[in-house]
């Protein structure tokens, strides 16, 4: 699972925020008004091309090459992309109870409960309802 740089990040942002497919001016324009409060940098359009090719490869995004131009679309949501970095994270420990209490020694007592929900009810290795 690759790590996100800051722009990468905000493509992946406006993909996992969007209704459907978009395409790479959709994505600019989204990432503009984003970034109008804050830098006021203009992207270009070839840019953002770039880095969906980049995130095609790593296979966070899906393009649909059947329309034009070409629609990109987020392999997997958000929450699926975030658990898979954890699970990644955790398994490159050589401790995994210790960074396990490391972790659940900083949730809120909110979070401890639903973690504990979640624990008590019945696996079956797909996603929570």
């Given at each position: 699972m690759a790590q996100l740089g800051e722009l990468e990040r905000s493509i992946m942002d406006a993909l996992w925020a969007a209704e459907g497919s978009l395409s790479a001016t959709e994505l600019q324009e989204t990432l503009e008004e984003r970034a109008r409060?804050?830098?006021?940098?203009?992207?270009?359009?070839?840019?953002?091309?770039?880095v969906l090719s980049r995130l095609e490869h790593k296979g966070l995004v899906v393009r649909d090459r059947t329309v034009r131009p070409h629609l990109y679309k987020a392999s997997s949501s958000h929450a699926d992309h975030t658990a898979d970095l954890m699970h990644e994270i955790l398994g490159s420990s050589t401790d995994r109870s210790e960074v396990l209490a490391r972790f659940l020694g900083q949730v809120s007592p909110e979070e401890a409960a639903a973690l504990r929900g979640l624990l008590d009810r019945p696996r079956d290795g797909g996603a929570p309802e």
């Open positions: 409060d804050t830098s006021g940098k203009q992207l270009a359009v070839t840019t953002v091309l770039t």
